[in-house]
């Protein structure tokens, strides 16, 4: 199983900090590589799943609400990128929100 497979397993689950450290791995290696794009793309995913970790897990909006913008910055990255399996990389983004809304009424 991939990396983004079990990302959108954990997200599914609302384990928010397993999902946070499942794309480090492929984030390094992007940055190692001086692939910036797809770092940032990815670091955006990170984001989305820590800000959830905050408010979900560790009880914290207010540091979700520092998060959350990160991921909403980098999302255009997406589109500029070509991950292998792109459209689980999309569907990660919209289940991020989808859980957002789900759990987050401000």
Sequence with gaps: MEAIDKFI???????FIQAHELLEEDWKEYKKQGLKKEAKALQGLINAA?????????KRP????KVWPVYLK??????????KNMPKYYYASILLEEKKEELINF
């Design 50 to 58: 820590t800000a959830l970790a905050l408010f979900y897990n560790k």
């Design 74 to 83: 980098y999302k255009p990255l997406l589109k500029q990128v070509s991950f």
């Design 62 to 65: 207010e540091g979700f609400k």
């Design 9 to 15: 397993k954990a997200i599914k689950e609302h384990n």
